[in-house]
């Protein structure tokens, strides 16, 4: 196909831009469409996949025939940025909604399969010691996100799954950025990105011990214990629970405290 010079954003509002140039794509249908078809890159999928995946409710009688109307208007407009590489094609199918089509976008032309790259490479870096490497990939990666994915389409039962995924997504980011942080000594800001993190996942026992951990490198061991015995209080109370994790995080930071000589 040649060099690809179309880009797709899915890590916010559903956009695309050519060199750097937003392109006009038209009602929030027809942005569901190229949404659905850059979620699966190369793969067919069909009028009724779509119908299904656009609508949050029942799809109206002229589904098909907005999916089709869709269709067409997108491949008249992304002709006109590809030389006329064929970047939508369209497969014949037995009945009218088992027609299908398939966009044929290159994985470093979309945001999210972009993210989830940098996302491996990091963890492939870190994984391998080289921390600072990992930190660039995060960097770039978080860069990328805009916001709510594909913010601007109906919350169908699809959409929603999509959403989810990606949040945890970025969840797992922010949590190994941090860490990288914190590695690399970098305390005060592994600590700022933390309370973050834990003020809009606040159940998370995993930040809270990452945010501990920070607090103690700042010198902020009093809050760092604080934090661990309220969140500890919180499980046994709602849960019955104690969570290993947080109950050994306490522990080492009540033995490190003790080797120090401070007062918890």
């Known amino acids: 196909m040649g060099a690809i010079t179309l880009q797709f954003g899915l890590l916010g509002p559903v956009r695309a831009a050519h060199d750097g140039t937003d392109i006009t794509l038209g009602p929030p249908q027809r942005r569901a469409v190229l949404a659905i078809l850059l979620l699966s890159p190369g793969q067919a999928v069909t009028i009724a996949t779509l119908r299904e995946r656009i609508w949050a409710g029942p799809p109206p009688a002229s589904a098909t025939q907005a999916v089709h109307v869709h269709i067409c208007h997108l491949r008249r407009l992304l002709s006109q940025f590809t030389d006329g590489a064929p970047l939508l ?28 790259r940098l996302l491996e490479d990091g963890e492939s870096a870190q994984s391998s010691g080289d921390t600072r490497t990992a930190l660039t990939h995060y960097d770039t990666a978080l860069d990328l996100w805009r916001g709510e994915p594909v913010a601007d389409l109906q919350p169908s039962a699809y959409v929603r799954s999509v959403r989810l995924s990606l949040a945890e997504i970025r969840l797992d980011l922010g949590k190994r950025h941090a860490a990288a942080l914190l590695h690399l000594g970098a305390a005060a800001r592994a600590t700022a990105e933390l309370q973050d993190l834990h003020a809009h996942h606040p159940g998370d026992e995993s930040i809270v011990v990452l945010l501990a951990r920070a607090l103690h490198a700042t010198g902020a061991h009093t809050r760092a214990l604080r934090l661990l015995t309220d969140e500890l209080e919180r499980w046994e109370r709602e849960y019955g629970l104690l969570p290993p994790a947080l109950l050994d995080q306490r522990d080492s930071l009540v033995h490190s405290a003790g080797r120090a000589g401070a007062v918890p």
Do not use: I, M, N
């Open 89 to 116: 094609t369209t497969h014949p199918g037995h009945a009218p909604d088992q027609v299908s089509y398939v966009l044929h976008s290159a994985p470093e032309a979309v945001d999210a399969a972009v993210f989830r």
